[in-house]
């Protein structure tokens, strides 16, 4: 009987310790990453369960099998600010009485094996967290928290209280940091879970050791669970008189720490397996993957690509053009003449005979040589309309000049055959001409219904055609008043009325003075009722102006379609070489290239063409 009372005390004893020993014990070495290591500098914190000194010589690092060289050892509590560790303690209702007062003592036991660089902390959780005693290294504030047995109250949220435990870790910039956690129950409504308590632990590089205490409640799953996944262990005491014993060996483990340093030799973008291993102990292995290369970036600045870009060389081409051509306006535009100069014409004045410059020669004998040519006379009479007072001569030069340097520019300094852009430069010269052309003829078909009416009126009340004309010479606006005062003025020379307003309706393109010029020479030849068949033109004049008013508006998409449908292949092709030149290299570079630009062009000036024939409606 005594036999037998003896087996089932052993047995019971044995199983007790079983209970209080950590389920990790057989892990007699542990391996977790620093925070602050950045690649190639690595950093491990080696945790031993011996609590003995162990000479540096007897660790040996590996990566992916090969030794490495150079490595530091050093003891953590040598390092300061390198480890934290925060005792994390239930504080539910079910703790009342022993299980707090034990919890307490074991907090005290865990205190008291640290070492002196090992800050620590206490946070209290039942539904709610409350810091007790934030990261320290007095003894004196240690110990006077660690005194005070915390309030309790309902609910246990333990993944909440692990959760704020590792931010407040992480938030105190620590290379590595310890939870131990002591709960007797099982969560009862955490917002967080296990996946996001295993990210922060791997964020903060943080292991949670958790403690279970035995009671009715008591379900070790969760504490099991969080453990493993953050590399913690878990312990179980079947009682509270227990806790002290477990705390006291995890405070001996956590305060034999070994900081490990090394410089990874490994290529970046690679898979990594260490082994630190310590002789006559155990060894621990860990896992990572170097950081992929960097792509080295090939751009250049922002303030080189601007320079160097297309549209800023040819904003700079048309900036340096636009003052050589004002140079050029400058230097060769017609001098006032004196009043020697204007009486020399008719009689001989004293005075230095002096010769015109030699620019002024050259450009006279030029003139003389074109005078003869019948574009010549057209190129002078739609200067003369436009209003451009720089001589024929003088305007040829100058866009003649502009053109080759707009070629030797966009040749020297961006591609060769952008060249080419140099004939766009007197088509550019000819497009503002025959705008400011264009522009007269309109406002001169504007002002002639009003103008006809103050002739008709003039008609009425007893004057004459030419009568009539003067009047209108008298009031009207330019660009009528000059028109109708070379009428007036051919007429006193003896030139007849329907010729002179013949040359009108053709310098002014105007079908309208061409009826005007058909009712003087009827007053000429059968003398009509001039006034009358005037206000019938004039009628004619207001409804076509009118139709060609709506025909405008109508067309008036069209025509923006063609200027979109011109320019939008040449900014596209502007911006896009600004902004990747090499994907636009090949169409300048290469034969193929160079043929599909060319086809381009000619499609482009077709189109156009094409659209503007179909809008340009004649009314």
């Not at 590996?62 to 934290?84: H, I, K, Q, T, W």
């Not at 006291?248 to 290529?267: A, C």
Request: net charge positive; aromatic share 6%.
């Amino acid at each position: 009987m005594k036999k037998r009372l003896a087996i089932a005390l052993a047995a019971t004893l044995v199983a007790a310790a079983a209970i209080v020993q950590p389920t990790s014990a057989g892990r007699p070495v542990q391996l977790i990453s620093t925070g602050k290591a950045v690649w190639p500098a690595r950093g491990f914190v080696v945790s031993l369960r011996a609590g003995q000194r162990i000479q540096s010589s007897r660790f040996s690092v590996l990566e992916n099998g090969r030794p490495v060289l150079g490595a530091s050892v050093v003891p953590a509590s040598a390092v300061r600010g390198s480890f934290g560790a925060m005792l994390v303690i239930d504080t539910s209702n079910s703790m009342r009485g022993a299980p707090i007062t034990g919890a307490m003592e074991a907090a005290r036991a865990f205190a008291a094996r640290r070492n002196l660089n090992q800050r620590l902390s206490l946070l209290a959780f039942n539904s709610s967290n409350e810091l007790l005693l934030p990261f320290t290294r007095s003894q004196t504030e240690i110990d006077s928290a660690l005194a005070r047995t915390p309030g309790l109250a309902g609910g246990t949220h333990i993944y909440d209280a692990v959760g704020q435990a590792i931010t407040l870790i992480r938030y105190a910039h620590y290379q590595t940091g310890a939870v131990v956690l002591l709960s007797d129950g099982a969560d009862t409504g955490s917002s967080l879970g296990l996946n996001q308590v295993r990210k922060l632990a791997q964020s903060a590089h943080v292991r949670v050791f958790t403690v279970g205490l035995h009671s009715k409640t008591f379900r070790p799953a969760t504490l099991q669970q969080i453990a493993e996944a953050t590399g913690g262990s878990f312990s179980q005491a079947a009682t509270p008189a227990d806790l002290a014993g477990i705390y006291s060996q995890l405070g001996l483990k956590l305060s034999n720490q070994y900081l490990v340093r090394y410089r990874s030799l490994i290529e970046p973008g690679r898979p990594v397996h260490v082994s630190i291993s310590v002789a006559g102990i155990g060894r621990a292995k860990a896992a990572y993957a170097t950081p992929a290369p960097t792509p080295v970036s090939l751009e250049q600045p922002l303030g080189n690509k601007i320079w160097k870009s297309w549209i800023t060389l040819l904003v700079m081409c048309v900036l340096v053009a636009g003052l050589i051509g004002f140079g050029l306006f400058v230097a060769l535009r017609p001098t006032g003449s004196t009043v020697r100069a204007r009486l020399s014409e008719f009689v001989t004045t004293a005075g230095k005979n002096a010769r015109d410059p030699l620019p002024s020669r050259i450009f006279e004998g030029t003139e003389h040589s074109l005078e003869q040519t019948r574009w010549w006379q057209g190129l002078k009479e739609i200067l003369n309309l436009a209003e451009v007072n720089i001589p024929p001569v003088q305007l040829l030069v100058g866009t003649l000049v502009l053109a080759l340097f707009v070629a030797w520019f966009m040749a020297t300094f961006v591609s060769g055959p952008l060249a080419l852009l140099g004939l766009a430069v007197p088509l550019v010269v000819r497009g503002v001409i025959l705008y400011r052309v264009e522009k007269r003829r309109r406002a001169f078909g504007d002002q002639l219904p009003d103008n006809l009416d103050i002739v008709a009126s003039g008609l009425r009340a007893g004057h004459s055609l030419v009568g009539g004309l003067s009047l209108v010479v008298q009031d009207a606006g330019e660009p009528s008043r000059s028109e109708f005062q070379r009428v007036v003025a051919d007429e006193q020379l003896g030139v007849p009325l329907e010729d002179a307003l013949a040359v009108v309706a053709r310098r002014m393109k105007s079908r309208d003075v061409e009826q005007v010029a058909l009712v003087s020479s009827l007053q000429r030849e059968t003398g009509s009722n001039s006034a009358e068949v005037l206000d019938r033109v004039i009628e004619g004049i207001r409804e076509r102006a009118g139709l060609r008013r709506l025909v405008r508006s109508l067309t008036a998409q069209g025509r923006l379609s063609r200027w979109v449908v011109t320019f939008l292949p040449v900014g596209l092709l502007l911006v896009i070489s600004a902004l990747n030149p090499t994907y636009m290299k090949p169409l300048f570079t290469h034969t193929s290239g160079r043929i599909m630009l060319a086809v381009g062009v000619i499609m482009i000036v077709s189109g156009s063409l094409v659209i503007k024939k179909i809008v340009d409606i004649k009314v």
